[in-house]
T-cell receptor
Framework: QKEVEQNSGPLSVPEGAIASLNCTYS??????FFWYRQYSGKSPELIMF????GDKEDGRFTAQLNKASQYVSLLIRDSQPSDSATYLC???????????FGKGTMLLVSP | DTAVSQTPKYLVTQMGNDKSIKCEQN?????MYWYKQDSKKFLKIMFS???????INETVPNRFSPKSPDKAHLNLHINSLELGDSAVYFC??????????????????FGEGSWLTVV
């Protein structure tokens, strides 16, 4: 049974700070890792994905992957109140596979 | 142009009724999904179709029956609705589901969701 674990939060950070969101996964064969953002009452939208160990940067967002530790994180620099949402970590495995989602971490950015 | 569209967006119905949710994607993707998000916001896969063929069927009651007339459409029919079926149902699609070559190509794009309330 594949599992994806996230702290449900809420994670509260002041505007302008760095928000750090963490995720661990159980299936060592997992190959691709995704971060989605979901605003209340809306559908999840992709922020970024990563499949190689290390960092991947896209604007204010940086995804970090450590396959040895089965750990993936998302850093949000210069957090804005508009970043307040639930962040879902998702993992895909091998063969025919779909995404397994964590339960999400709620981020609150205060002005 | 909505990439993944599903209807209806809101549905309130009585226990025991039968209802359908329709989904269409115009992204040219081969794979479509139904996800269920419960009141605790946990997003869980229900079904996945690749080129009209069912490839993933998680532990879902037989009252739920997906139908894919072509690779751009995946509908969900629910018989004998129960209170516990109340949730948000998301349709989604992706280009590639074979993760050996996916490298992010199996990125899933979601529809706007269908809010089902069973009373």
């Amino acid at each position: 049974q594949k599992e994806v674990e996230q702290n449900s939060g809420p994670l509260s950070v002041p505007e302008g700070a760095i928000a750090s969101l963490n995720c661990t996964y159980s299936d060592r064969g997992s190959q691709s890792f995704f971060w989605y953002r979901q605003y209340s009452g809306k559908s999840p939208e992709l922020i970024m994905f990563i499949y190689s160990n290390g960092d991947k940067e896209d604007g204010r967002f940086t995804a970090q992957l450590n396959k040895a530790s089965q750990y993936v994180s998302l850093l949000i620099r210069d957090s804005q109140p508009s970043d307040s949402a639930t962040y879902l970590c998702a993992v895909s495995g091998r063969g025919y596979s779909t995404l397994t989602f964590g339960k999400g971490t709620m981020l609150l950015v205060s002005p | 142009d909505t990439a993944v569209s599903q209807t209806p967006k809101y549905l309130v119905t009585q226990m025991g009724n039968d209802k359908s949710i329709k989904c269409e994607q115009n992204l040219g993707h081969d794979t479509m999904y139904w996800y269920k998000q419960d009141s605790k916001k946990f997003l869980k896969i229900m079904f996945s179709y690749n080129n009209k063929e069912l490839i993933i069927n998680e532990t879902v009651p037989n009252r739920f029956s997906p139908k894919s007339p072509d690779k751009a459409h995946l509908n969900l029919h629910i018989n004998s609705l129960e209170l516990g079926d109340s949730a948000v149902y998301f349709c989604a699609s992706s280009q590639e589901i074979r993760t050996r070559s996916a490298r992010g190509g199996n990125t899933i794009y979601f529809g706007e969701g269908s809010w089902l309330t069973v009373v």
